[in-house]
């Protein structure tokens, strides 16, 4: 039953979102089953997810590569030689020009007051909590498109 509502919610999904409008999204997580999960809600609906698993690894993409949106995880691994964690990794990306216009969610488990508006405070566009539904992150996608397909 879960997998017919299942397949039935792709085909939706696909009818919605044309192939032809491809929508890139960089996700900086640390984790790669989150990376993995965060890969397969979004390609029903078309997105090219690009995972980088610490900040520098963001840093380097987002100077190589254009991306409709940015997702950050606050808490990187500490093993990430450079020590920049998402709120950070944040404030970089927002004093690159190129980088202006560009969507920038946080999407973390941390859920206090204080680290939402340390995320707003840096130039986060939005947050997400984790955990997070699918429909959160396409419904995103799909407010973020708009402006694309009039």
């Known amino acids: 039953m879960a997998r017919k ?42 997105c090219e997810v690009i995972c980088a698993s610490n900040a520098l690894e963001a840093i380097r993409m987002t100077r190589e590569q254009s991306f409709d949106l940015i997702l950050l995880d606050i808490v990187l691994s500490p093993g ?19 980088l202006v216009t560009t969507a920038i969610y946080m999407l973390s488990a941390k859920s206090k007051r204080a680290d939402v508006a340390a995320a707003t405070e840096a130039g986060a566009t939005g947050y997400i ?20 397909t009039s």
Do not use: W
Request: hydrophobic share 35%; aromatic share 4%; glycine share 6%.
């Open 5 to 46: 509502r299942a397949t039935r919610a792709s085909a939706e999904n696909k009818r919605k979102y044309p192939e032809t409008l491809t929508f890139r999204v960089l996700f900086v997580e640390d984790e790669p089953v989150i990376g993995g999960l965060v890969q397969r809600m979004l390609s029903d609906i078309h």
């Open 80 to 98: 990430d030689a450079s020590g920049i964690d998402g709120v950070s990794l944040c404030r970089m990306l927002r004093g690159d020009s190129a």
């Open 129 to 148: 909590h984790k955990p997070f539904q699918s429909n959160q992150l396409t419904d995103l996608v799909a407010s973020l498109r708009e402006p694309r």
